[in-house]
């Protein structure tokens, strides 16, 4: 089998199971019912820790962009003073 093939089985076997399993969740729905509250709090709960966490990131990625920054300015400053220094030695 080449990978196309595969590939095709794969798609079509995922396809063939999602329907089956969303026709027997439509079937047992009264079963899930009391479940479906859990779940959007979780779903609620899971969204506000994504919110915090994407927040978090963000402030840390600028927090290390500003110290990388710094630092670059840092050593472009002590740079210059070593140059301007050994030009000095040289005279």
């Known amino acids: 089998m080449n990978k196309q093939v595969k590939t095709t089985t794969i798609w079509v076997g995922g396809l063939i199971t ?8 439509y079937k047992n729905k009264d079963q899930y019912e009391p479940q479906k509250e859990k779940l959007n709090s979780l779903l609620s709960e899971f ?4 919110a915090d966490l994407k927040s978090k990131l ?3 990625s600028q927090e290390g962009l500003n110290a990388t920054k710094s630092a670059l300015q840092t050593a472009k400053e002590t740079a210059k003073e070593t ?7 040289v005279k």
């Open 58 to 60: 963000l402030s840390a």
């Open 18 to 25: 999602g329907a089956m399993i969303g026709a027997f969740l």
């Open 83 to 89: 140059a301007k220094n050994a030009k000095e030695k």
């Open 47 to 50: 969204q506000n820790i994504a």
